[in-house]
Nanobody, 126 residues
């Protein structure tokens, strides 16, 4: 059973960089043709796909966030990370990491993905 777990600070100050890590167990992030994504959900709003990294290490970003987003991975730890720079209070929300066999850039529900973490709340506030 694949499991994903997000971790990182729950509070970030405006203009700083938000950094989150997704730790994967039960399966390697370098095997099979899967995409490992970051998704966020602002309060009272729908899901927003932020970007993904593939088995081979190719990275895909949402065009609206590309200039401020960086996704990377540490294969030795079976983890992938998200960095979002220049955050604003509007960036507050629940952040999920997830796995899917293809890129899902317009998710309706988190269950659109095959596996996902429980989500972590990040608040951007001074």
């Amino acid at each position: 059973q694949v499991q994903l777990q997000e971790s990182g600070p729950g509070l970030v100050k405006p203009s700083q960089t938000l950094s989150l890590t997704c730790t994967v167990s039960g399966g390697s992030i370098t095997t099979y043709s899967y995409y490992w994504s970051w998704i966020r959900q602002p309060p009272g709003k729908g899901l927003e796909w932020m970007g993904a990294i593939s088995r081979s290490g190719s990275i895909y970003y949402s065009p609206s966030l590309k200039s401020r987003t960086s996704i990377s991975r540490d294969t030795s730890k079976n983890q992938f990370t998200l960095q979002l720079s220049s955050v604003t209070p509007e960036g507050t929300g629940v952040f999920y990491c997830a796995r899917s066999p293809r890129i899902i850039a317009r998710p309706y529900h988190i269950s659109d993905y095959e596996y996902w973490g429980q989500g972590t709340q990040v608040t951007v506030s001074s």
